[in-house]
């Protein structure tokens, strides 16, 4: 049982324009989300948070949004870049203070052509 | 944020053979660290937790003795994949985690495994 789901494998987006990025989960206990970025042969870099107490956080160009009820975020890009292209994951976890289990998702490929 | 290390980069060994990796928090005190493998357009799967000075926490299906987690200090932990095997190769990470307002984690770069 897949707890996280990234549904779209694969994106491909202008540049400038906008890139979003969408996740569902089905945990409810799961309450804090990360999304990371991941270039080929390193490891992935922290992105952006948000807890369940909010519905958004926004960092410059960066923007995560959170539907508790439907159990689904998005990460939005906005102007999408070149340099953005690369595997973003989604991943959830339970407590702000945890034990360290985060639960990825697959992934989507990010596509930004200049 | 928290800079990890890991080395090496790519190792390449033969059937039955061990082979270990190393990973460092270079400017942090980690008493926990994270060993994940992740197989090629797959998700990261945690394979245990290190902690340092006591046992590493095992996720359900990885074989302890065939991975070996050493944490002897708050800057190092060792995964030792043993007798490895071609199914054994992978992309292997690591992480330590850092509190912000929710706790995140900060990885390695990565080590590509390859078992003839």
């Known amino acids: 049982d897949q707890q996280v789901k990234q549904n779209s494998p694969s994106l491909s987006v202008q540049e400038g324009r906008i890139s979003i990025l969408n996740c569902d989960y089905t945990n409810s206990m799961f309450d804090y989300f990360l999304w990371y970025k991941k270039y080929p042969a390193e490891g992935p870099t922290f992105l952006i948070s948000i807890s369940s107490i909010k519905d958004k956080n926004e960092d410059g160009r960066f923007t995560v949004f959170l539907n508790k009820s439907a159990k689904h975020l998005s990460l939005h890009i906005v102007p999408s870049q070149p340099g953005d292209s690369a595997v973003y994951f989604c991943?959830?976890?339970?407590?702000?203070?945890?034990?360290?289990?985060?639960?990825f998702g697959d992934g989507t490929t990010l596509t930004v052509k200049p | 944020g928290a800079v990890v290390s890991q080395h090496p980069s790519w190792v390449i060994c033969k059937s039955g053979t061990s082979v270990k990796i190393e990973c460092r928090s270079l400017d942090f005190q980690a008493t926990t660290m994270f060993w994940y493998r992740q197989f090629p357009k797959q998700s990261l799967m945690l394979m245990a937790t290190s902690n340092e000075g006591s046992k590493a926490t095992y996720e359900q299906g990885v074989e302890k003795d065939k991975f070996l987690i050493n944490h002897a200090s708050l800057t190092l932990s060792t995964l030792t994949v043993t007798s490895a095997h071609p199914e054994d190769s992978s992309f292997y990470i690591c992480s330590v985690k850092q509190g912000r307002e929710v706790d995140i984690q900060y990885f390695g770069a990565g080590t590509r495994l390859s078992v003839l």
């Open positions: 991943a959830a976890g339970e407590g702000v203070r945890w034990a360290g289990k985060s639960t």
